[in-house]
């Protein structure tokens, strides 16, 4: 199954676009499930990303208009447990030990948050957190990305049971790289 993490867009306040190149990748039928981190803040990029998959699962992030958003959630794929969130109620932003709370209070196997608008992926713990960056490469805001240029980013998970193998699509120099990082519950 194939999920795709995606957030941090800002449209059209801090970034105009997703990359075309991202937009032409993001092929309607392919990918299973989105979750949204967001900051989605257009209704053309909604209704783009509904057009990748209708099951577009979202959590509310600083800048989104919709107070009926969650800001947490918990999806289960095969034996893992995946919880996400935009990342704005992590203090200090992008902490290791924040995380790490964050992730046992919801109990998953698999943490993905937003907010810094930059990629990471790491294992602590026996646990797998990912950041899958800012989609559209949008400047953020905050002091810890003083002075950083954001790369537009978002990672696809292709789920396997206890596996997850994460492909990471960054817009680097006009060219999409993408890295594989693997991820085996309980190894």
Known sequence: ?????????????RALELPPKFRKLLAPG???QILC?????????YDFLRSVSPDLQIVKG???LSLSLPLSKVVTHGSLRIGFTHGHTIVPPGDSDALLIAARQMDVDVFIWGGTHRF?????????????GSATGALSSGWWAEGEN???SFVLMDVQGTVLVLYVYQYIDGEVK?????YRKGG
């Open 1 to 13: 199954m194939l999920v795709l993490a995606i957030g941090d867009l800002h449209i059209p306040d």
């Open 30 to 32: 392919k990918i299973s």
């Open 37 to 45: 981190l967001g900051n989605l803040t257009d209704r053309e990029t």
């Open 62 to 64: 600083e800048y989104d």
């Open 120 to 132: 990471e992926a790491y294992e602590l713990e026996g646990k797998f957190f990912i950041n899958p």
């Open 150 to 152: 954001a790369v537009p």
């Open 178 to 182: 993408v890295e594989k990082v693997s």
